[in-house]
């Protein structure tokens, strides 16, 4: 069983949908990253989270220490958001770990 | 200000050929990391260099091998390529190594993508 779960695997939506995308994990972590990778393969932060909510633009992650889990949500979505969305923990002290991605299609 | 840069973007190999990719970290940055990114998986790290120096290393055999230089790039070899090698090559930096607590954010290069026939 992997240390990161991602789920669903993949994903289409309308645009203007709200998505949410989520990930639980087995260990015990010092922080969470959300990271967007689009075609070609360049992989860009989108958010670093270590307890509670942060919001950007239309990006919402949310995460739950407690219970393992954490949530990234578009609001109003539109094609161009459309890469596979990748969460990672990193476990005190170590390296990090990464899931296997979300793949988001969205359509005009 | 420059972000994380590799290079080659593509190369094609032979089983049996050796590889050398290379990256250059982010403008301030001092850490490296490499990881394996197979096709429809998330990537794998594969070791971490800081300080000219080997930190950190993930399940991969002593076919894969690294070096830093004292301008913090860093290269990635791998000796024996075999097909399961295949795969996109990403380097990402970071300030102060990974396990500072002062910045945890990775900056990812466009990768290279190593396809071995």
């Known amino acids: 069983k992997n240390e990161v779960e991602q789920s669903p695997q993949n994903l289409t939506a309308q645009e203007g949908e709200f998505i949410t995308i989520n990930c639980s994990y087995s260990?015990?972590?010092?922080?969470l990253h959300w990271l967007q990778q689009h075609p070609g393969g360049g992989i860009v932060s989108l958010f670093m989270?270590?307890?509670g909510k942060k919001k950007h633009g239309r990006l919402i992650a949310t995460i739950n220490i407690q219970e393992k889990h954490s949530s990234l949500h578009i609001t109003a979505s539109h094609p161009r958001d459309s890469a596979v969305y990748i969460c990672a923990v990193r476990p005190s002290g170590s390296r990090l770990t990464f899931g296997e991605g979300t793949q988001l299609t969205v359509n005009p | 200000d420059a972000g994380v840069t590799q290079s080659p973007t593509h190369l094609i190999k032979t089983r049996g050929q050796q590889v050398t990719l290379r990256c250059s970290p982010k403008?301030?940055?001092?850490?490296v990391s490499w990881y394996q990114q197979a096709l429809g998986q998330g990537p794998q790290f594969i070791f971490q260099y800081y300080e000219e120096e080997e930190r950190q290393r993930g399940n991969f055999p002593d076919r894969f091998s690294g070096h830093q230089f004292p301008n913090y790039s860093s290269e990635l070899n791998v000796n024996a390529l075999w097909l399961g090698d295949s795969a996109l090559y990403l380097c990402?930096?970071?300030?102060?190594?990974?396990?500072?607590?002062?910045?945890?954010?990775?900056?990812f290069g466009p990768g290279t993508r190593l396809t071995v026939l």
């Open positions: 989270l270590s307890s």
């Open positions: 990402a930096s970071s300030l102060e190594g990974f396990f500072s607590d002062l910045t945890d954010t990775q900056y």
């Open positions: 403008s301030g940055h001092d850490t």
């Open positions: 260990v015990g972590i010092s922080a």
